[in-house]
């Protein structure tokens, strides 16, 4: 009989997890609750398991197995010329209900894996990634040198099993271990997007649909500053009208034509409302801040950037030592390199001019942008 070890009454899950890893490094077959449906996993290191592994599945029709990755940044390790859109898709949906599935995966570590298992989960130069969002799965990973091999618990053919009550039934004596978190909270397989360059499609819905998918490929630009009154939400505001002006459509449509741009401080309080000053100064060339609502930046919100845009070196430093490797590599505003000085307690003037020269900064990023 398999091991069933209860996650939801552990006081202490580490124990669970190094025997699950040590069950993988072994070459067994183990059962994992993800947020989706249970899943099946063997090392990716090791051939036999991943044979075991479709055994089990009582499956051998050629299709593709998932890899399960750490995360967006193990994920381009395995597909070395990932797009910006798979980037972000990696970025903004990992953890989480949704598998990528990328082309020109053999020059990636997929060719450093024995031949059947690259026959497994490389079938045609194509490779499906995934981060699942449960602790469990999550934990085991980090003690393992690779990645897993994974697919849904379940004979082919039958239901996805949402319980480790049914992964026993269907699967019995072929898994060595079952991790019972009880019923998954989605029940349902995951959303698998095809990326191929800077276009993408559904092959498969789940508990994302193609729309919510759709909702995470806007390109992300956020401004930084220190306070989020004064410049980054007038590099903001006067970025979404650069933008607007070039696409010919108005700035409430910039989103619907896949660009968001926000802002945010690293000592800002929540809820500010921009200088006044500012949001004269904004207005002498059509950007609108009546709405502004600072924020304060953190980590989540700078990994989901495709552009982290510091005002001075000063908040590039701050940006490089506390934010480096969530996301976007963080760059300053100026293309010549100066710092944009706080305008925060001058004259109007001292506003206008600090406008201005956000505004000349800006024609340098919306063609890199929109190139």
Known sequence: MPEVLDWRSAADPRPLVRRAAQALAEGAVVAFPTDTVYALAASALIPEAVA???????????RPMTLAVRGAGEALDWVHEMSPLGRRLARRCWPGPVTLVFGGAEEGLVSRLAEPVRRRVCPSGSVGLRTPAHRAILC??????????????????????????AVLEALGEDVSVIIDDGPTPLGRSSTVVRVDGNAWSVLREGPMSAAEVGEQTACLTVFVCTGNTCRSPLAEGLFKKKLAERLGCPVEDLPRRGFLVISAGLAAMMGGAAADEAGEAARAYGADLTGHVSRPLTPELAAQADYLVAMTRGHLLALA????????RPRLLSPAGEDVSDPLGGEQHVYRECAEQIWGCLDHLAAEIMN
Do not use: E, I
Request: charged residues 15%.
């Open 140 to 165: 085991t990973m980090q003690l393992l040198p690779g990645p897993l091999v994974l697919t849904s618990a379940n004979t082919t053919g039958a239901p996805a099993a949402t319980s480790a009550t």
């Open 321 to 328: 030592g506390g934010f480096a490797g969530t996301g976007a």
């Open 52 to 62: 075991k592994l479709c055994r089990s599945k009582k499956r051998d029709d050629g």
